[in-house]
């Protein structure tokens, strides 16, 4: 996001990046105007404009959704809406009837040896046996995430858990969260293991064998909880100053109205599905990955091992790094709708784990000099985008008094307005990685996922889908944020881009 207001991928996070993502552009905000009530909004200063001492205006953003609906966004908007559960189910059909061979179903197609209708006719339909187990799954998170405070933060070191509070909200709100998503993490996984080694409640594969049934379930899920927020956006909004409303239907059922939708005082929309039943099962399907292919060929690749240590490092930083997440742009700027409730209930899920569900089809085991590369591409990303995270992270609690690289940190003063018609102060960092490119923890963001997808080999194109589509969301996230940055601080965001011209990409973009 803007170098100051985002924090990353995801999961990339990304991330999300992930849905999901995050961009950080490094920053300090502290309030000009405390006199004033956080709920007041005062229209005459909304105008994104203030008098100065000296009678003249000055300019300043306004903080908000910075997108209009044109009818380029708004068919952009419908186009996901109507094709994106296709292409989920294309690419897990496309391993389950075709081996994962994108050319060989295209080619069937063409030749009318098969036909949309024909695979969907094929493909295993919903059961309650899944339905069983993604309600008890769903239903365990959701008690993991409200009933159990975190502890873990008394005995990790360095680790930030317990109740937080999140960024200021567009109307000048700041909500708190309980952070405990490494400690729903560890439960899951140890009762996980717990199982796999000793009291053998269920297989270790129970979740790639009933992969396709659960697909179903999780849409259910996802239109039903976008639905809701939608619904309850218009009916009984948890804080009505933080809703948006375009006046489109779709755009408004698609990006969300309400900013931070709850129930009660703690059960928090965006956090929990962005952080919990995907998230969190991410590792759990790629584990589930691997023992299916421990079943079916007696072994387990080396690239299987690879994908799982290597998204389980993106997967515990996203849980050790959570009460920073409350600061990226999925919490701090994006509406809560269908892009992010289905989204991280089917999207997540079903397409950042394809590496894992490929070599299952597949099995590729990689030579040394391979193996190598990719675990070097892969660290080598994970510590760009976590350096340029931490050092943004840094810079924002120390208030700019610190080092990056060995120096005190160099930035830009600058000023925003939020709904309320407060005015705050921000520092724009152009120091450390923060100062090669705008947006360096992208850059990293990408080295992990091309990792990713070189550990299944080359073969197949199935499973460079995420390297694309990474790339597509990361230059998109680039544009939107830069655009929002320019809404909010307006002539200081020129000011910025001037002292870090590179954008993502050193030289290239």
């Not at 899951?188 to 790639?208: E, K, R």
């Not at 948890?238 to 059960?267: L, V």
């Not at 990303?381 to 976590?386: D, P, T």
Request: charged share 15%.
């Amino acid at each position: 996001m803007c170098a100051l207001d985002e924090a990353a991928r995801k999961p990339h996070q990304r991330c999300h990046r992930r849905t999901c993502s995050a961009t950080l552009l490094p920053y300090i905000t502290t309030p000009m105007n405390t006199a004033e009530s956080i709920r007041k909004r005062n229209k005459a200063r909304a105008n994104g404009a203030e008098t100065g001492p000296k009678g003249k205006r000055e300019e300043l953003g306004k903080w908000g959704r910075a997108w209009e609906v044109d009818w380029f966004s708004l068919t952009g908007v419908v186009l996901l809406l109507c094709f994106a559960p296709f292409i989920v189910f294309f690419f897990v059909m496309t391993c389950d009837q075709y081996q994962c061979s994108i050319s060989h179903v295209l080619l069937d197609m063409y030749n009318g040896d098969a036909s949309p209708l024909s695979i969907w006719n094929r493909a295993p339909s919903f059961t309650w046996t899944a339905a069983k187990i993604y309600t008890s799954w769903v239903t365990f998170q959701v008690v993991l995430y409200m009933c159990i405070p975190d502890v873990t933060h008394k005995f990790l070191p360095g680790y930030v858990g317990g109740v937080r509070e999140g960024a200021r909200t567009p109307a000048g709100l700041i909500n708190k969260y309980e952070i405990n998503g490494l400690q729903c993490w560890i439960i899951t996984h140890a009762l996980w293991a717990a199982n796999a080694y000793y009291f053998h409640w269920f297989s270790p594969t129970i979740i790639f064998d009933n992969w396709i049934p659960l697909l179903w379930c999780t849409n259910i899920l996802g239109y039903a909880v976008s639905s809701f927020a939608f619904v309850k956006a218009y009916l009984f909004p948890t804080n009505s100053e933080d809703c948006k409303f375009t006046g489109n239907i779709f755009y408004n059922y698609m990006m969300g109205i309400e900013f931070n939708p709850r129930i009660g005082k703690w059960f928090d929309f965006k956090l929990f599905f962005n952080g919990r039943p995907g998230i969190v099962a991410w590792t759990l399907i790629n584990l589930s990955y691997a023992a299916k292919q421990q079943e079916l060929y007696g072994y387990v690749t080396n690239s299987m091992i690879l994908v799982n240590v290597l998204q389980a490092i993106y997967v515990l930083d996203f849980f050790w790094n959570e009460a920073w997440y409350l600061k990226t742009i999925d919490i701090c700027h994006d509406h809560f709708g269908w892009y992010l409730g289905w989204g991280d209930c089917v999207w997540l899920p079903f397409l950042y784990t394809l590496q894992g569900l490929y070599l299952v089809y597949n099995p590729v085991q990689l030579s040394t000099p391979h193996t190598a590369g990719v675990l070097v591409l892969g660290l080598v990303g994970y510590y760009i985008f976590r350096s340029s995270n931490h050092q943004k992270d840094l810079f924002r609690r120390s208030e700019g008094n610190c080092k990056i690289w060995g120096r005190k940190p160099s930035y830009i003063e600058c000023s925003y307005r939020s709904a309320d018609g407060a005015v705050h102060k921000s520092k724009l960092l152009t120091s450390g990685f923060w100062g090669v490119t705008r947006h360096m923890n992208y850059t990293g963001d990408l080295m992990g996922s091309l990792a990713y997808c070189l550990a299944c080999g080359g073969q197949h194109l199935l499973p460079y889908f995420y390297i694309i589509y990474m790339t597509i969301l990361l230059v998109h996230r680039c544009i939107r944020d830069e655009h929002r940055c320019s809404s909010k601080y307006g002539k200081d965001w020129r000011r910025y881009t001037d002292a870090v011209p590179q954008r993502l990409l050193p030289g290239i973009f």
